[in-house]
C-alpha cells in the first residue's frame, strides 16, 4: 500500500488486486472513491500501422449505492456522455506516451467502484492508469501525474474541489504531467471550463498546480522502483537501407510539391497519385511484399518533410502566415423555419448551428453515477460522412461527436441566461457540412451566432480557435505556433490546443499532443495566440451581428410564468390530473408547475397562452366571503345545489338559501346548466365555499309547471 497526502484527503494506492490475469492493475482511492484500473494486451504481433488502443471507463451504480435503469432493464447500458468524456481524458493523456514502434492491440479499462459524491473519479482513473500501465510489461514513457485544481469562494485555487466548489466559483482544471527532467514538467493534456477566466490566470493555476503533480510523479517513480517490472523488448526494425535511399530519392521533390498545395482536395488527389506511382515503383523493383514497409516510408517521409520545411523554412502547406486566419464567412437566419440559425466558416471547414427552444418540460431528465437531475441546455454535434468528402456507414454519434458537442457546450455554458431569466430548453445542434480542421471551434462561433439570432439573450458571443505545434522532439524550444490549423497540421503536427471564450476570458479548453507533453513556454504563447485570433474572430461575428436580436423567433414558442399559491397547486392539477390536462387539450398550451406554486405556459401563439392563463388565475383565484358571482349550476342534491362559480371553483348553495319560504325540491326552480346570481358567505378552515343565492338576488322565473306552489 502506497500512500500520499494530496489536499484535504489521502490518495491510497494498492498493487494487490483480485485482477490477476490482468497485465497490470491497480486499486486508487482517493476519499471514499476508489477505483480499479486493469491493462490487458495481445501477445501476438500485428502486422498493422496503426497502435489499436482502447480506454473505457466503466461507471457502476452500486458505487453511489443507485438502482438504476428502466423499469425492466436495472443494469448499466451503453456509456453516459460523462464517461465518455472521462475515457476521452485518459486516453488523450496516455496515448501519446506509448512507443511508436508497439502496435499489439491494447485495452485499458478504468472501474469506479466506490463514490463518495465529493470526489470524482476522473482525475483518479488517470492516476490509476498511469499506475497500471507502469507495473505492466508494456513500453511506456510515464508515469503521468495528474490534478483537478478549482477555487474557493475567496478565489484561491484549491486541490481536487468537490463538485458543489467546481459548480459554484467557475474553475474547473484538469492537468496532466510527465517528468523531463527532475526539475521541468512538460504538459500533455488539458481540460478547462470557466466563467471567463483570464489567460493568466490559467497559468497561475498550472503554477499552483506543479508540486502537487511532481509528488504524484515521484509516488509512482517509487513504486515503479520497487516493482521491478520486466518490459518488452520492441524489435526496433531497421528499414532496409537500399529501400529507404530509394524511396527519399524517388520522393525528393515530388512529396514537396504535393503536400505544400493550398487547395485541400487539390492536395488530397496529388499526393494520392504520388503515393500510387511510389508503391508501384515499389512493387517492380523489390517486390509486392515490400508494399507494407513502403507505405510507413511514406508516411513517415510526408511527416518529416512537414516538420522541416514548417520549423526551418517558415511556409505553410497553404502559404499563410502563422498567426493568419483562414477566409471567414457568416450567414445568419439562414434557415427560414428554425427559431435561429447560423452557417460559420472558416476556409473549408463549413458548420450550421440550429438552435431549437423548447418548454421547461422539454429538459433533458439525467440520471447516472455522478449526477441527477435536468439539463436545459444541449449542444449537439453531428459528423457526416460527407463532411470530410468521405464514403461511410452511418450510425449513433460516436465518441468523437459526443465529446466535440458537450466541449461546445461547456464553451456556451456560462454564457446562457439562467433559468429565471429565460425558462426555456435550449438545444443547439452544429451540423458540420465540411470539415477541414478545428470543426468544434467553428461550432462554438455557429452556435454562439445561432443562439443571438433565436434572441436567446447571451451574456456575450463566444468564438473559439485551434493553434497547432511543429517542433524538434528532442529540443522544445525549436518551435513555432500555427493558428487555426487545418488538414495536414492537424493529421502530422505536434498539439491541438482548443481554446474557446469571449472578449472578457476563456471558458473552455481542451489540448491533447502527439509528443509526450509541451513546456510552459509553448503553453503560455499558444494561450496568447488564442486570444489574439477569438478576438479577430469575434470582431467578425459582431460585425454580422452585435448581440441578440430582441425578439424571439415568430417560430419559436412563447412562456409565460405566473405566481400562485402553493396551496392551490392541487385545484390546478385536479383529481387525477383532470383540470390540467383539460387545460392543455383546450388551450393547446403546456404547463410545468413547480412546487413553489410558479407555473409555466407555453404556447405557440399569444392568444392560446392568455387564455390557459386566465384558466388558471380563476382556478386559483383566492375568494373572499361577500363577492357575488355568475355561478353555473353543476350538481343538484336533496339538500342544495353545488355552484360553479369560477372554472374548478365550486361552493355549495344549501336549499334554504334559494328563496325566503319553504321548498320541497330544487328541481322545481333550478336546473343543471342554469347560470344564477351566488354571494359567498362562508368559507370554511378546510376552503370549502358556503353560498346564498336569494343574497345575490335570485327570483324564480315565472314557470309552468302547476305542481310548484308557493
Known amino acids: ?49 496503426f497502435f489499436p488502443l482502447t480506454v473505457d471507463y466503466e461507471e457502476r451504480y452500486y458505487a453511489a449505492g443507485k438502482i438504476l435503469g428502466s423499469r425492466f432493464t436495472k443494469r448499466e447500458g451503453r456509456p453516459s456522455p460523462e464517461a465518455i468524456l472521462i475515457s476521452r481524458v485518459i486516453d488523450r493523456a496516455i496515448r501519446p506516451l506509448f512507443d511508436e514502434d508497439f502496435k499489439r492491440e491494447t485495452q485499458l479499462i478504468i472501474t469506479c467502484l466506490s463514490w463518495d459524491g465529493e470526489s470524482e473519479p476522473a482525475s483518479l482513473g488517470l492516476i490509476a492508469a498511469s499506475i497500471a500501465l507502469l507495473i505492466s510489461p508494456i513500453p511506456w514513457k510515464g508515469p503521468i501525474g495528474v490534478v483537478r485544481i478549482g477555487k474557493d469562494n475567496e478565489g484561491n485555487f484549491i486541490l481536487f474541489p468537490n463538485y458543489k466548489e467546481r459548480e459554484e466559483n467557475g474553475f474547473d482544471l484538469i492537468i496532466s504531467a510527465v517528468e ?76 514537396k510539391s504535393a503536400l505544400f498545395i493550398g487547395q485541400k482536395k487539390e492536395r488530397q488527389d496529388a499526393l ?24 510507413n516510408i511514406f508516411e513517415k517521409e510526408k511527416e518529416e518533410l512537414f516538420l522541416k520545411t514548417v520549423l526551418n523554412e517558415r511556409i505553410r502547406p497553404d502559404g499563410r502566415n502563422f498567426d493568419e486566419i483562414r477566409d471567414i464567412q457568416i450567414e445568419v437566419n439562414f434557415l427560414p423555419r428554425t427559431h435561429g440559425s447560423a452557417l460559420f466558416s472558416r476556409g473549408l471547414t463549413k458548420v450550421l448551428s440550429i438552435v431549437t427552444l423548447g418548454s421547461p418540460a422539454d429538459q433533458q431528465l439525467l440520471e447516472g453515477m455522478e449526477i441527477k437531475g435536468k439539463k436545459r441546455f444541449l449542444h449537439h454535434y453531428n459528423f457526416p460522412p460527407f463532411a470530410p468528402g468521405e464514403v461511410e456507414r452511418i450510425g449513433a454519434p460516436g465518441r468523437r461527436e459526443i465529446g466535440h458537442g458537450i466541449l461546445a457546450e461547456k464553451a456556451l455554458m456560462p454564457l446562457v441566461p439562467s433559468f429565471e431569466d429565460f425558462p426555456y430548453t435550449i438545444r443547439v445542434v452544429s451540423e458540420v457540412l465540411s470539415s477541414n480542421g478545428s470543426t468544434s471551434m467553428a461550432s462554438v462561433c455557429g ?84 486570444k ?41 392539477i385536479g383529481p387525477g390530473g383532470r383540470i390540467i390536462n383539460e387545460i392543455i387539450e383546450n388551450c393547446g398550451v403546456t404547463i410545468d408547475i413547480e412546487e413553489t406554486g410558479k407555473i409555466f405556459v407555453t404556447a405557440d401563439t399569444d392568444e392560446a397562452a392568455k387564455k390557459a392563463i386566465d384558466w388558471i388565475t380563476n382556478l386559483t383565484r383566492e375568494i373572499k366571503v361577500g363577492e357575488i358571482f355568475q355561478g ?10 353545488i355552484i360553479e362559480i369560477l372554472p374548478g371553483q365550486e361552493g355549495l348553495c344549501h336549499i334554504s338559501q334559494f328563496v325566503d319560504f319553504r321548498i320541497k325540491k330544487l328541481e322545481d326552480i333550478i336546473k343543471i346548466g342554469d347560470i344564477i346570481p351566488v354571494k359567498v358567505i362562508a368559507i370554511d378552515e378546510m376552503g370549502k365555499i358556503s353560498l346564498s343565492a336569494k343574497e345575490a338576488g335570485f327570483r324564480i322565473n315565472n314557470r309552468k309547471d302547476k305542481n310548484f306552489k308557493r
Open 632 to 641: 353555473k349550476v353543476k350538481r343538484i342534491l336533496d339538500f342544495g345545489a
Open 272 to 295: 494520392m497519385k504520388l503515393e500510387t506511382e511510389f508503391l508501384e515503383k515499389i512493387k517492380e523493383n523489390f517486390g509486392e511484399e515490400k508494399l507494407f514497409l513502403a507505405k
Open 1 to 49: 500500500m502506497y500512500k500520499l497526502q494530496l489536499g484535504k484527503k489521502l490518495l491510497e494506492i494498492n498493487l494487490d488486486t483480485p485482477a490477476v490475469q490482468a497485465a497490470g492493475s491497480v486499486f486508487a482511492k482517493y476519499g471514499e472513491t476508489m477505483v480499479l484500473a486493469t491493462i490487458c494486451f495481445n501477445e501476438e504481433k500485428p502486422n498493422t500501422d
Open 447 to 530: 452556435a454562439s451566432l445561432a443562439l443571438m439570432d433565436a434572441g436567446v439573450p447571451l451574456l456575450r458571443p463566444a468564438a473559439g480557435i485551434s493553434i497547432g505545434l511543429v517542433a524538434e522532439k528532442e529540443n522544445l524550444k525549436n518551435f513555432v505556433l500555427l493558428v487555426d490549423i487545418q488538414g495536414p497540421e492537424d493529421h502530422l503536427g505536434f498539439m491541438d490546443f482548443k481554446v474557446a471564450g469571449t472578449e472578457i476570458g476563456i471558458t473552455a479548453i481542451q489540448m491533447d499532443v502527439k509528443i509526450s507533453g509541451i513546456t510552459k513556454e509553448i503553453l503560455k504563447e499558444a494561450l496568447f495566440k488564442a
Open 532 to 572: 489574439k485570433a477569438r478576438l479577430e474572430i469575434l470582431e467578425k461575428m459582431k460585425n454580422i451581428l452585435p448581440k441578440s436580436r430582441p425578439q424571439l423567433s415568430p417560430f419559436a414558442p412563447r412562456i409565460y410564468t405566473i405566481q400562485i399559491n402553493p396551496s392551490k397547486i392541487g385545484s390546478v
Open 180 to 255: 523531463k527532467n527532475e526539475n521541468e514538467l512538460l504538459v500533455n493534456m488539458i481540460e478547462f471550463q470557466g466563467n471567463e477566466i483570464l489567460e493568466d490566470d490559467i497559468l497561475k493555476a498550472i503554477d499552483f498546480a506543479t508540486p502537487y503533480l511532481k509528488e504524484i510523479i515521484n509516488l509512482q517513480k517509487i513504486i515503479l522502483r520497487d516493482k521491478k517490472v520486466n518490459k518488452i523488448e520492441i524489435e526496433k526494425k531497421e528499414t532496409e537501407a537500399e529501400i529507404l535511399s530509394f524511396s527519399k530519392d524517388f520522393l525528393k521533390d515530388k512529396l
